[in-house]
């Protein structure tokens, strides 16, 4: 569906104001989004998957660990698909009031891709470059966002989401070095070229959650303070975005449609998009270098 399209359609959660900023800006930020109720049920899931990470002792298809994680001492850089690995976090990603906030964004008809939890461990989590999100996983059209919820508070210091507002409307990088190999974010001369007045940082209390278009730039910085800045990242497209690759194949939630009905057909979006890898990877692989 197009913007005009889904405006069309009466909001299930979100105001028609916040639908328009989006659709203008690219981003949104909703402050104590998720209720008490499903942050203690993801915070208990969370510790749960932390201490089973006690016993991993390299990265795999799971888990991506810090330099330094050991069992005494767990640091981790990120848990992939979470949603595979424990029913608390699909449970959330298809049943909450999330799954109706993205509806109020792509259109009634929505399908679930993939998933991650990205810690930021304190003391050191570290920057992610500014890059785009649709070049790791291109689909027919631009629909696809992708929600961040904060497990706990963040500020400033933990390294919040940060966005170029007015992005998603702007060019597709070239995420590739000139020596032809994936980096999976902007090269130094695109990143310098960057309006530093339209970066905007979205910290916030537990439980709000950030929301961007697969097409805005974005990042953070390393996390300098003494907490950790678990964010809970669920992305999403409307049912008439097919994917061009096979990355969430392996994962039972993968392209799973999780509001209204199935599309007929795929809608393709005029302007095109710059595939990224050029080998199918796993989502695994994917999400070692994605946001």
């Known amino acids: 569906m197009t913007p005009e399209d889904v405006l069309s359609h009466p909001p299930k959660v ?4 916040q639908r328009e900023f989006y659709f203008a800006n690219g981003y949104l930020l909703l402050e104590r989004f998720v209720s008490e109720d499903w942050l203690g049920r993801l915070k208990a899931a969370t510790e749960e998957m932390v201490e089973r990470s006690r016993q991993v002792t390299k990265s795999d298809q ?3 660990l810090e330099p330094g994680h050991s069992a005494e001492a767990p640091r981790l850089r990120r848990l992939s698909s979470p949603n595979d690995h424990h029913p608390t976090y699909w449970a959330f990603a298809s049943e909450s009031t ?6 109020d964004l792509v259109g009634p008809d929505v399908k679930f891709h993939h998933s991650k939890l990205n ?7 570290e ?3 500014w890059h785009q999100d649709i070049q790791f996983w291109p689909h027919t059209n631009y629909s696809p966002l992708t929600a961040g919820l904060y497990l706990q508070d963040c500020d400033m210091d933990q390294g919040p989401l940060g966005v170029m507002a007015g992005s998603h409307e702007g060019p597709l990088y070239d995420q590739y070095d000139a020596a032809g190999n994936w980096t999976g974010c902007l090269s130094d001369s695109d990143a310098r070229a960057l309006d530093p007045a339209k970066a905007v940082y979205l910290p916030g209390p537990a439980g709000s959650v950030t929301i961007h278009n697969c097409r805005t730039v974005h990042g953070s910085a390393p996390n300098r303070s003494d907490r950790e800045r678990p964010l809970l990242l669920q992305t999403y497209a409307a049912a008439d975005a097919f994917t061009y690759t096979d990355l969430v194949k392996q994962s039972p939630h993968g392209d799973r449609l999780i509001r209204g009905r199935p599309a007929r057909w795929a809608r393709h979006d005029p302007r095109p998009c710059q595939v990224g890898p050029t080998r199918v990877r796993t989502i ?6 994605e946001g």
Do not use: H, M, N
């Not at 979100?14 to 104001?17: G, I, N």
């Not at 810690?119 to 989590?125: C, D, I, L, P, V």
């Open 98 to 103: 999330l799954a109706d906030a993205i509806a």
């Open 119 to 125: 810690f930021k461990w304190a003391g050191g989590g």
């Open 127 to 129: 920057e992610v470059k």
């Open 62 to 64: 799971v888990w991506d």
């Open 284 to 289: 695994f692989e994917v999400q070692q270098r």
């Open 14 to 17: 979100l105001s028609q104001e």
